[in-house]
Structure formats: structure tokens, C-alpha cells
């Protein structure tokens, strides 16, 4: 196994990827829409914001076992992780937010109230087109992530071996609840994609014992299961891809020279550049229509433009934003520090 920090770097460099899946992805959509791309591409480009998403989920559980799971337990260590991922996650998105409303109500299209409390909430809600999604529409993810971090909260109260099996029953006994109750949101607490929590804990654990091998053979397993279940096979793939990829960073080498440190800084900011990419992509989308770049470069074009947004928004705003949390809240573990989850 590499050292923790070599292990970092990868982790670190695989959270620029799904980043920048999910960027690729809303890129040709915005293309497809402009009549650059055939429509027959809008599959591929799903295809690839659902593994970028899928990756970005099986981290999470890894980083959550990493730097949570084997410590003590109690109430009152359930409340510090609480506290730490709310004000890691909530302060950025509630900014982005509030500014994608202030530009919905320039334009004549401001969200009801309720659904702005329950976007800021993380309270998972039907919009108007009976979709899933808050208002600020990338910070569906994050309802997920909540939900997740709620449930691991819970385990935290259990021994440290039972905390696994403990999130796994929170998800299996709450889906089962929605599913038999009909709630409106059912498909929220039934998804797929929840698996991937645990699973990325579970290759922490694999990881740490010295059987990361098993994880090769446990993706087919879920990948088998997930079709049995009927879900088509392009979602079991996206699914089975993201914990394969959460292994290979585990292993990746240390990343060192110039081109190591841009991509550790994409990995730093990849919050940020998954907040704000939509506010790039609209404009550039509204000067492309009317401009002869092939494909290539407008991705191109779109890739940098949203990294460096993203960055500046990390290195202003996100950054220093979050240390004067945390020098309220107090010092956070050295390993807590460097790895601070999406």
C-alpha cells in the first residue's frame, strides 16, 4: 500500500474526475440543446455525469470510514461528525444557492419559499416538474449526501464493527418504509446509487486489512445484483465503474512535479467547480450558438473556463471561508484536514 499521503494525492486527483465528468457531461448536453451534437449523444453524456456522481458517492463512504469510522463512538462523537460535515458542505452551497435565486428572480422566476427552505434544508422535495431536485438543480447530490451522513451519524452510536452493517440496515428499513408508504419521493431513499456509501466503506475496510483484491470480484457481484433488480445495464456499469476507480486512487503512486499540483488543486476544488459549473456553462452556451467552434474546443473551451471559476471560487471564497469555520469549531484532525470529503 502507498503511504497516506500518496494515498491522498489519489483520492485527491480521482475527485477532479468525477468533477470533471459531471462538467463533460452537462457540456454536451449544452451542445445537443445548441444543435452542435446529434441527439443520440445525450446518452453517452448521462452515462458519464452518472459515473462522475457514482464516484463522487463511493468516496464519500471511503473518506467517512476513513476518517470517522474506526474512532470512538457516542453521542457526543455523532454530533461533532454531524457539525463538521454541515459546515464543510452547507456554507458554499447555501451562497451558490441564494445566487441562483437572486438570478431566477431578476428573471422573473423566483422559487416558492417552500422549496427554497427545503433546498437549504437538504430536505429531498418534488419541484414543479415533479422531479427530485432542489432548486439550485446540481445540489440533488447533496440530499444524498445528507441522508448519508445522517445514517452514519446513527452508526456512530454502535461499536465500530457494526457500524458497516448498521448504515446498510438504516437504508434497507427506511427504503422498505417509502416503498410500502408510497411517499411522493420515494425513488430517493430506494436508489441505487445509496449503495455506494457503504460500499466505498467497505473498501476501506478491505483496504486496511490487506484484501483489496476481494473489491474486483465483490463489483460483478453488485453489478449482477443491480440487473436482477431491473436496472437497466448502463447504470449498473456507472454504478460497478466508481468503486473500481476509488481502489486504483487508493494504490495510485504519489503525485509529484508541476502537473501533480494542478491536479491536486482541481481535486481541492472539484466542491466548487461542481457548485458553479452551470454558471458558466449557461453564458458560454449562449455565445457558442452563435459561433462555428467544432465540438472539440467548445469542450475544450468549456473545461477551462469552468476550472477556473471553480478555483477562484475555492482559493476566494471556499477556502478561507472554511478555515475561519474551523478555527471556530477548533483544529481538525491532520488526516481530517487534508482528505475533507467533496
Not at 457531461?25 to 446529434?38: A, F, K, R, S, V
Not at 453517452?44 to 463512504?61: E, N
Request: with cysteine.
Amino acid at each position: 500500500m502507498p503511504e497516506p499521503s500518496a494515498r491522498i494525492d489519489g483520492l485527491e486527483a480521482l475527485r477532479a474526475v468525477a468533477a470533471f465528468l459531471v462538467v463533460f457531461d452537462h457540456t454536451l448536453l449544452m451542445l445537443i440543446d445548441n444543435g452542435q451534437l446529434p441527439e443520440a449523444l445525450a446518452s453517452l453524456a448521462y452515462q458519464l455525469g452518472s459515473v462522475g456522481v457514482a464516484i463522487f458517492f463511493a468516496l464519500s463512504g471511503y473518506v467517512m470510514s476513513l476518517t470517522a469510522g474506526s474512532g470512538q463512538g457516542g453521542t457526543r462523537a455523532a454530533g461533532r461528525f454531524l457539525l463538521r460535515r454541515l459546515t464543510r458542505i452547507a456554507p458554499l452551497y447555501w451562497l451558490v444557492t441564494l445566487i441562483y435565486v437572486l438570478r431566477l428572480a431578476i428573471d422573473g422566476r423566483p422559487p416558492s419559499p417552500e422549496a427554497l427552505l427545503q433546498s437549504l434544508l437538504f430536505v429531498p422535495h418534488l419541484d414543479a416538474a415533479g422531479q427530485l431536485r432542489p432548486v439550485l438543480g446540481v445540489g440533488w447530490t447533496l440530499d444524498v449526501e445528507m441522508y448519508f451522513y445522517l445514517a452514519f451519524a446513527a452508526a456512530l452510536l454502535l461499536p465500530s464493527a457494526l457500524r458497516l452493517a448498521g448504515i446498510c440496515a438504516i437504508f434497507l428499513a427506511t427504503g422498505a418504509t417509502a416503498f410500502l408508504s408510497g411517499i411522493a419521493i420515494v425513488d430517493f431513499f430506494i436508489s441505487p446509487l445509496l449503495a455506494l456509501f457503504p460500499i466505498g466503506m467497505l473498501i476501506h475496510a478491505l483496504v486496511e486489512k490487506g484484501r483489496a483484491h476481494v473489491v474486483l470480484f465483490l463489483c460483478p457481484v453488485f453489478s449482477l445484483c443491480l440487473l436482477l433488480l431491473g436496472i437497466p445495464p448502463a447504470a449498473c456499469l456507472s454504478l460497478a465503474i466508481a468503486p473500481l476507480l476509488v481502489l486504483a486512487a487508493v494504490h495510485f503512486p504519489r503525485l509529484t512535479g508541476p502537473a501533480a499540483r494542478v491536479i491536486l488543486l482541481l481535486g481541492r476544488a472539484s466542491f466548487s467547480i461542481y457548485l458553479t459549473h452551470g454558471f458558466v456553462l449557461g453564458p458560454l452556451g449562449h455565445v457558442l450558438e452563435n459561433l462555428s467552434f467544432v465540438p472539440p474546443l467548445a469542450v475544450l473551451l468549456a473545461f477551462l473556463l469552468t476550472a477556473f471559476a471553480g478555483v477562484a471560487v475555492h482559493l476566494l471564497i471556499e477556502r478561507p471561508m472554511l478555515a475561519d469555520i474551523r478555527t471556530r469549531l477548533g483544529k481538525p484532525r491532520k488526516m481530517e484536514g487534508a482528505l475533507a470529503a467533496r
